[in-house]
């Protein structure tokens, strides 16, 4: 269960990431992500994201990448950020395949 704050820190998070994540895929020509879901530790020290890639085939390559300049993604979510929150947790990206799933799930039942 998460609290209030939590909360709101998790929807401050996600909406930077995914303003960061957009203007860096600009430049990668199909390529899309997403941020789907924050979750936040309860002392605001670690952060867990989950990103949806498109498309979906390049999406561990893409996440792994990510995994390896998270301390940059950190400092460019400080400087955005750093008015509002006083430590600013670390970051670990995970990929969300919750539509891929869906989209089994869906073949499955057609058969």
């Known amino acids: 269960m998460e ?7 998790s929807r401050l998070i996600q ?3 995914g303003d960061i994540f957009q203007k860096q895929t600009q ?5 899309l992500v997403s941020v789907s879901a924050v979750r936040i530790s309860p002392d605001m020290s670690i952060c867990r994201v989950y990103l949806s890639v498109f498309p979906s085939e390049r999406s561990k390559e893409i996440v792994d990448n990510i995994n390896q300049n998270s301390r940059q993604i950190r400092y460019e979510l400080g400087t955005r950020v750093r008015y509002q929150l006083r430590i600013i947790p670390e970051l670990k990206f995970f990929v969300d395949d919750s539509l891929d799933y869906i989209d089994h ?5 057609k058969k």
């Open 3 to 9: 609290t209030t704050r939590q909360q709101k820190i």
């Open 15 to 17: 909406k930077e990431l």
């Open 27 to 31: 430049a990668m020509h199909g390529v």
């Open 105 to 109: 799930i869906d073949e499955l039942l």
